[in-house]
């Protein structure tokens, strides 16, 4: 891993991304052959973040790809209060049991690794390695190529619908912008990782019952409204890098 970062970082994040894109990919048939949803694919995510979080800290990277505190008083950041409407994303409508007790525990376990291995190859690796020639490039490529990656829900065999895979992408793609911009101008990238584990670990209760088409439609106008709006205030309010 070490050689191949030294000679090519943008190399290196895509290989991460392509190699965790496989695994989630492999998962999902192993999940069905043991019976138990997810459990295949949260022993895969914590061997992910194991490894992941093991080669940027023997390599002295923590601090270069966020995973240490910003120096930026929390006020500044409206003390990440659209961050706690945005968790609770998934509530919105209800909650439900939607898995069994050890499928609820495998799944919260994968999801919360998730939330990790993606802010790091995507907001870290991806974004970081990009950023050298040009910043604003490094923002849209990493937060559109995030989005773009869910679309691997839709023929995975995860089971998810293309309506509801399109505007699991929309949102994405909106919350890829949004956590780039945390990143890059408040340092840290543990907001991003903690409110990315909190909206896919509360996704497992839920209640998509009687979610319409318009329901969803609605849903993602709201979060693309509050991103937007809080991606104005940081980006008028927070110190430039």
Same mark, same amino acid.
């Given at each position: ?5 030294e ?5 290196f994040?895509?290989?991460c991304?392509?190699?965790y894109?496989?695994l989630q ?6 999940n069905?052959r043991?019976?138990?949803a997810?459990s ?5 995510c914590?061997?992910?973040a194991v490894?992941?979080f093991?080669f940027v800290?023997s390599n002295?990277?923590l ?8 120096s930026?008083p929390s006020?500044q950041?409206?003390?990440y209060?659209?961050l706690l ?19 609820t ?5 994968c999801?919360l690794?998730?939330g990790?291995?993606?802010?790091v ?7 970081k390695?990009?950023?050298k020639?040009?910043i604003r490039t490094?923002?849209i490529? *990493?937060?559109?190529?995030f989005?773009l +990656?869910?679309?691997?829900?839709f023929?995975?065999g %995860?089971g998810?619908? =293309?309506? #509801?895979?399109?505007?699991q992408?929309?949102?994405a793609?909106?919350?890829g912008?949004?956590?780039v911009i945390?990143?890059?101008?408040g340092?840290?990238?543990?907001p991003c990782?903690?409110t990315h584990?909190?909206i896919?670990?509360? *996704?497992?209760f839920?209640?998509e019952? +009687?979610?319409?088409?318009e329901r969803?439609?609605v %849903?993602s106008l709201? =979060?693309? #409204?509050?991103i937007?709006?809080?991606m104005?205030i940081l980006t008028k ?5």
């Amino acid at each position: 891993m070490k050689k191949l970062y030294e000679k090519s970082e943008l190399t290196f994040a895509l290989v991460c991304i392509v190699t965790y894109c496989i695994l989630q990919s492999l998962a999902n048939p192993l999940n069905e052959r043991i019976g138990i949803a997810y459990s295949a694919s949260a022993v895969l995510c914590i061997i992910q973040a194991v490894v992941i979080f093991r080669f940027v800290q023997s390599n002295r990277l923590l601090e270069r790809y966020g995973l240490c505190k910003t120096s930026i008083p929390s006020r500044q950041f409206l003390y990440y209060v659209p961050l706690l409407v945005l968790a609770t994303r998934n509530l919105w409508y209800g909650a439900a049991v939607n898995f069994s007790m050890a499928g609820t525990v495998c799944y919260i376990i994968c999801m919360l690794c998730v939330g990790f291995v993606e802010e790091v190859i995507f907001r870290g690796f991806l974004f970081k390695a990009i950023a050298k020639d040009n910043i604003r490039t490094a923002i849209i490529l *990493s937060s559109i190529t995030f989005g773009l +990656g869910h679309l691997l829900n839709f023929v995975n065999g %995860s089971g998810m619908e =293309l309506a #509801a895979n399109l505007f699991q992408v929309v949102g994405a793609i909106a919350i890829g912008f949004l956590f780039v911009i945390l990143f890059y101008r408040g340092g840290s990238l543990l907001p991003c990782i903690i409110t990315h584990a909190a909206i896919n670990t509360i *996704s497992a209760f839920a209640n998509e019952t +009687g979610l319409t088409m318009e329901r969803r439609m609605v %849903s993602s106008l709201i =979060l693309i #409204a509050i991103i937007v709006v809080y991606m104005v205030i940081l980006t008028k309010t927070l110190p430039k890098k």
